[in-house]
């Protein structure tokens, strides 16, 4: 079983957004049963460091790159997929291309090579294609609109269980 990296950098939608998330899981939990990241706050995956050493080799870069780093209102409007597995919220346009474009040159910036990003926040993974329908069809009628200025990179860290604490916020510099 591949181990859970003890670090992620991420960024946070608003408190109230977290919360409202929280209960579209509890929601699902109660409609399928349990799965992956259902105790998770809700969030947008940037890098993951797999131990401290690593974090501490490159938090540094990691904050000078968020004094160059815009922010900018992005919207998360829209339920989708990975078939069959993950569920999740997706980004209108224009605020895809620009977190794609962010975690792509995060990445570049710390000499990293990545392919095919594609920002989201998961509501559910590791989902059968039965309970990714179930997912579907409870949310098909649910109206999402989650607006908020991304402007800062937070590191957090793993317990054991979840990524429950927060170690840093790098906020943007622009």
Same mark, same amino acid.
Request: glycine share 2%.
């Given at each position: 079983?591949?181990?859970i990296p ?12 977290i919360?409202l998330?929280?209960?579209y ?5 109660? !409609? ?35 004094? #160059? @780093?815009v ?13 069959p597995? #993950? ?8 605020? !895809? ?6 975690? #792509? ?5 710390l000499?990293? !090579? ?14 059968d ?5 179930? @997912? ?5 009628? #649910? ?5 908020f200025?991304?402007? @800062?990179?937070f ?14 916020k ?5």
């Amino acid at each position: 079983m591949k181990q859970i990296p003890l670090y992620s950098l991420v960024i946070f939608p608003t408190q109230e957004q977290i919360e409202l998330v929280k209960s579209y899981k509890q929601l699902l939990k109660n !409609k399928i049963g349990w799965f992956g990241s259902v105790d998770a706050n809700a969030h947008i995956t940037i890098i993951q460091f797999d131990n401290e050493m690593m974090l501490l080799l490159y938090i540094e870069k990691v904050r000078e790159f968020c004094k #160059t @780093a815009v922010s900018q209102k992005v919207v998360l409007n829209k339920w989708d997929s990975f078939d069959p597995h #993950t569920f999740f919220i997706a980004p209108d346009e224009s605020s !895809k291309r620009y977190l794609n474009k962010l975690i #792509t040159n995060l990445h570049e910036y710390l000499g990293f !090579k990545i392919n095919n990003v594609n920002a989201h926040m998961s509501i559910a993974r590791k989902l059968d294609p039965e309970r990714m329908k179930k @997912a579907y069809d409870l949310f098909q009628n #649910t109206e999402i609109n989650l607006q908020f200025d991304c402007d @800062a990179i937070f590191v957090r860290k793993f317990d054991g269980q979840q990524y429950s604490e927060i170690t840093e916020k790098i906020r943007f510099a622009i």
